[in-house]
């Protein structure tokens, strides 16, 4: 039984575009720095944070190599492979070992109606065909399939799975599966949390880090619950949580009448990165819909509140 | 006000493999074949019964060149373009574009948490780049959002949309689109249920046709609802309808704690198919689970009563 | 095998009340007359469409039998048992039976997390505390749970239920019912459809009747349907229908964002019951909101074009 | 501002039958016994857990006339209050003042397709109704709507409610309305979390308590969780919190396949409670299935792993 290979603060990062909707790797670069020097123990890119499910597949080619180049070893990259079903994901995975990445992240087949004896053989059979880690990407919002609990750890147990990242927003299952790796002996099997807002808990209850979409705007508020955590600190691991909560109230500036909730979300967290200088420019791939002038202003008080502007 | 451009019974093909899931094309030309020998009046390649979600992008593309080269202009070849937004789709436009394909097939974007006025820019923009007619491809089962009936009909309106493939199963709301068409005078729209079980219904309601996936299996039979209804002889239609109807319970023979749904109908489409010499080779993409000798044999019980075999 | 005891048109008929939300059994009584002399084949108390989840015990008890006692057997009166387990409905049961109804509708279990078993359980322990005709009401919308099919056919087979309302929406699974029932030989068990706007469609296809909500505003349409069709005017049945799914928009005029789509429907039902004189008063139970000035001028002119005014 | 009335374990107390499935009001006041023994901080009866979706009138009358006969004020007693809509919920309220419940507990209208506007104005009819402290039950599970944040605080900020009931499932949403309620200065609006597993995080956020179902089978767990988070050992808290993860798994015994999770988990309960001499039956309400005798030894052997035996 070793220690997972993976722990702590891995943001999902978002991909600045230029305005005809290719990689603006430049700010891409300039982004990771910004995160690196925040501290964080990894990066996530092409996550659905990053718009993967916008992004045409050279595009998601040249996020991971660059995002792999610039980080050049000094904290894991992990590399999001989002296709509906097994020969998809295959060419993903490809393209994930030939830039480099250091484990690769991967969903539940979607578009088709699925069954847990399917999803097992979805990840089998990927498992075979690379010797990248592998983690399991729970996340029904996306994939409308929510990963069964025991599925993901007798995976675990074969080997199969490294880790999960569980976005799934049920947080009692995912309090069972730590409960059930610890009475299982799995520990090897890396666990994190895709939520924003209940990181402190989670570390308290067992999972190995975070993978906190609100990082991009952030990072330094995450490194911080990480360390203070580490520290012996709850009590000011949740006060920093408890800041990063009011944050989070960017993401529903945008009013659920005018726009999904998806591009609210990324369209605040690349506002901030922009405003913040971390990128040049904040567009959203189509069909997304932009903020208006207006959220943008509710946006830009909200970073002051917060002391990061 | 034109008559529709499409009409009639339009099958949406399954696809043939090799065991390394790779196309078959001899196989998918004879399949061909034998839709246009039962006077099908076109066909539809990379809707959801052809695996679509399975098939890496150049077996999609192998499948569209095939079947245009193949059906040589005799009817109307659709091409499903089903990713999970803008950017992707449009490469998918490119290459049914550049098949020659007659006409491409689009869904709400998925994934991603949509809205209706993303799922309105979503088809503009794919109306700007291509001068293919586009259908709504309305499949709540896959994509997870159902079509906004005032959206389609206002996007017929101007022009964007061509036509509309209804598999949504809300058929009270199919009728209003058809309803509410006649009241537009948008009759150049053209109107197609994607149910295999209500195809004399929907024609009598004023549909244009039918994309029925049970077509792969038996295209006389539906073919033969059409032309009994246009020949004004509903109880024939109705009759026929009802003996497909039986039929359909192919679909039903793999149970549900074994295997998806999706896997069960397309695995008995496929059987079917090769039982009846359409095509060499039943195997599925992965990770969909092949049927078992007892289903097999269930199934070809089924299309011997059905006077198949 | 004999005919089924219940067939035609049997309007889900609404509750009228007084401002204080007791029923206005005045208005209950004009009301069942002018669905009399329309020739309904049956009326349906205490369904959706009569605010029976809003009705306290004893104002439920009074519309049955005041419904009861005002048809004096001309038709047949289903009355509703609506609630959520097995003991609760049996006392509306009791009350049914007590005040003469000639049937009663049950709907599968609802606030609990049901199971097929439990349903089957359900129906059958009813069955054996009265000598009332059941019928399953199938109303996922309401209970959150669709009937399975082969759980009413096998019900039906046993002699549990006399008879299905669908209102499940789901037309292709309502036509396998009837297919099925010709093939098991369950002539007798009698089967409506719920919808307001596939009557036609749903006769055709063999179903014995149905019950419209719209059947409140308009119930001469509805009999003119069902009479087309045992006509042999199919087209005219088919016309008919048309001029119905227009009136229905009346259900859409008070939009989302501001009322319960509940609220919206039985709001206009029961303003044109008012306009056209068959009942005094169009409150409704709260908490549901009443339409405004705006929203009953449009109705008033939908009801006026339909030739209702 | 004043600290909240209500705060610590209060659990929902499972109701006891006689083999008709009346109350067994011997065994309850046993049950509220050994409840109040292990200290618990109130008991709230004809909650979910109570089979209060399976309780005709007179039964509900009965339990909550009972408890709060046998608790005599030593702790407070609240009382579900659940029903379908205003007027019937009304009827449950009058039951309750009468019985002399110290708080009542309303979930949002069920069965009817509600909207924000009316919960909003249900919530506030019922006020004007009773001089009990109300308490918003979010349990969408059951009434498949979850109640919007900004309505519960702004029901709390009006004095409309006194508390929350969440079991809801959504535990990122559950800190926001802890946040906000500080952020809004509502502290003297109770906030209890549902979850039987997530106890200890739910304090650490600043809940007031908990109402954990499985406080049936061993209130001594969830009275040291709090009393250990009082005391300033939040690890300790953790290390009976997650004993108490490993006994809950007694709800999953009997599978899915067989009967519903509620029967499951409830049968579990009471079965447990029977054991521990609690109470003397553990028959559930039709149209629940029981548990079998190999579910039963299973149960037993987890009740002795966990020392309750």
New interface residues.
Partial sequence: MTAPKFAGIIPPLCTPFHDD?TVDTASLRRHIEFQLDAGVHGIFVLG?SSEV?????DQRRITVETAVDQVAGRVPVLAGC?D?????VA?HVKTAEAAGADAIVVTA???????V??????FR?LYERTSLPIFAYDIP????TKLDRDLVLNLAADGVLAGLKDSS????GF??VL?QRR?RGLEHFAVFTG????V??AL??GADGAVPGLGNVDPVGYVLIYDHFRGGN?QAA?REQ?RL??LFSITDVAPP???????AALGAFKASMKMRGFIDNAVM?????PLNDDELLQIKGKLAEAGLL
Same sequence: chains 1, 2, 3, 4.
């Fill in positions: 909707f659905s499910a916008f992004l045409p597949d989002i509906m079903t097994t020969l998809r060419e087949p979607y578009y088709t109606r699925t069954h004896a399917e999803i097992d053989r979805h059979l919002m996306a994939v409308h927003g049920d947080e009692a309090r069972m409960q009475e939520s924003e807002l209940l402190d808990a308290a209850q709850p949740r408890e909560l009011t009448n005018r726009m999904g909730r998806g591009s791939a189509p069909p997304q819909l």
